[in-house]
């Protein structure tokens, strides 16, 4: 089973407002996420909730998924990811981690990512474009016990660095897998 978790609890401080409820395409950057998640192969979708997290979670009624808030959203990011991954179906063998901010990755990347992690046996698979990594990354739910026990002031990153060598890149030919939607400059050039 792949449980995605999708962080949506951040302050955007540099956009200036809330992104998450931004238009994006026909809808919201946050529904545009949940859509192209939810057409993917994943088992559950968690969207893990803080800042303004009631009027996210109004626009999400009704959809299979699961939203979860994350009361300690100003300390960061490895907050969500704890508070996503508490959440987790026991049977969940790895996350797919994705980030609200990057509403143009399609169901057919996160779909590569699954399946290299399924095929593979890699303990974390990224998706690359032209050398740089990105998201959604996989998880093995055999690294819980380290994510969990990360400080707030520590990224995943001390997570992933420590699996380094059974880590799988797959090329993507996509720059959304890097692309990320942070200031209006950002919103303006991918909407």
Do not use: W
Request: hydrophobic share 40%; charged share 20%.
């Amino acid at each position: 089973m792949i449980s995605a978790i999708l962080l949506a609890a951040g302050e955007s401080k540099r956009m200036g407002e809330l992104k998450q409820l931004l238009p994006f395409g026909t809808s919201t950057i946050v529904e545009n996420c949940i859509a192209n998640l939810l057409a993917s192969n994943i088992d559950e979708l968690i969207v893990v909730l803080g800042h303004r997290s009631s009027e996210i979670e109004a626009k999400l009624q009704g959809l299979p998924l699961k939203t979860v808030i994350n009361q300690s959203y100003r300390e960061g990011m490895t907050r969500s990811i704890q508070t996503g991954l508490a959440s987790v179906n026991p049977q969940t063998r790895a996350v797919l981690l994705a980030l609200v901010d990057q509403p143009r990755i399609p169901s057919s990347i996160i779909n590569r990512v699954i399946d290299a992690y399924k095929q593979s046996g890699a303990t974390i698979v990224k998706p690359r474009y032209q050398g740089k990594s990105g998201h959604p990354v996989i998880i093995d739910m055999s690294c819980r016990a380290e994510i969990e026990s990360l400080d707030s002031s520590v990224g995943l990153n001390q997570v992933t660095r420590a699996h380094a060598a059974n880590t799988l890149f797959i090329d993507v030919d996509s720059q959304a897998v890097i692309d990320d939607i942070d200031t209006p400059e950002d919103y303006k050039r991918q909407r």
